[in-house]
């Protein structure tokens, strides 16, 4: 996830007339989302339980009935619905779980043409998932499961080999061969030996005390001399600006990386 409204713009663009769904985590970014793509010249349309009672019906009814359109919901969306030409799901924040991303995404293509399962993701939507898992009501048992799961999620993400064999396997299901129409099925991954970055990256963590996020992990390793850096004395820290040979994208990358295993 870079600029995500940016990247779910170009892949509508290919998309325009279909119908489509958009799901967001929080009700503020469905309002957000469906008012950018309508400036945009997208029909599109609101769905989320803060909306009043009428409003959902008749934003429902519209996205049943008509063509084209594209509804932006959380997943308050979904549930008993069945139209049968929806040509695409996109997600714009991480799903909490391989569970919902398998249900959500099976409300594309029921009419058995092709259609298409989109993601943006960053690191910050795990960081904000696994926040609110720890704040919800729910014994310690049920979290560790749900951490579990967002893990799952996170390194189907993460997945260099066939996404499709991956998934049906979580669930059991053998996929003998690949699919050939997921992204690393079509465009390849390109992969890196990351393993003297890997030892720098846990070395960082490590000396900054296990208490820091991704961005500032980063800028140390960079070699960025910013006033938080400062304020902390990191710029001191043996592992400040090892890390310049590397992007800041390839680190971010490792990071995920790191996250998913």
């Known amino acids: 996830k870079e600029q995500p409204r940016k990247q779910l713009l170009a892949f ?4 325009r007339s279909d ?9 503020k970014k469905v309002d957000e989302v469906a008012q950018f793509l309508c400036d945009q010249g997208f029909p599109a349309l609101p769905y989320h339980a803060g909306l009043p009672s009428e409003t959902r019906a008749a934003n429902q009814k519209r996205f049943l009935n008509e063509e084209g ?3 932006v919901a959380t997943i308050a969306f979904g549930m008993g619905i069945d139209k049968s030409n ?19 995404t099976g409300r594309a293509g029921r009419d058995g043409l092709p259609a298409d399962a989109w993601m943006a993701y960053g690191l910050q939507d795990v960081v904000m998932l696994k926040q609110m898992l720890q704040n919800s009501e729910g014994d310690e048992r ?9 893990d799952a999620m996170l390194s189907l ?6 996404r499709r064999q991956t998934l049906l396997a979580y669930f059991d299901e053998d996929m003998p061969q690949p699919c050939g129409h997921c992204d690393n ?26 208490r820091y996020g991704t961005g500032h992990l980063i800028d140390v390793l960079l070699g960025r001399e910013n006033e938080k ?21 390839e680190w971010r990358t490792l990071f995920r990386q790191l996250v998913a295993r």
């Not at 119908?19 to 009700?27: E, N, Q, W």
């Not at 049920?142 to 967002?150: A, M, V």
């Not at 400062?230 to 400040?240: K, P």
């Open 157 to 162: 993400c993460e997945e260099t080999r066939c």
């Open 19 to 27: 119908a489509g769904i958009v799901y967001c985590l929080s009700r």
């Open 69 to 71: 359109l594209i509804m």
């Open 229 to 249: 850096i400062r304020s902390m004395g990191h710029q001191h820290l043996s592992v400040f600006g090892v890390g310049k040979a590397r992007a800041e994208g």
């Open 12 to 15: 509508l663009s290919e998309r």
């Open 86 to 104: 929806v040509r695409f799901v996109a997600h714009l924040d991480l799903p909490k779980s391989l569970e919902a991303y398998y249900q959500e």
């Open 185 to 210: 099925c079509v465009d390849g991954v390109q992969t890196w030996d990351a393993t003297e970055p890997a030892r720098q990256a846990l070395s960082a963590i490590y000396r900054t005390g296990q």
């Open 142 to 150: 049920h979290k560790r499961l749900e951490h579990h799961k967002l």
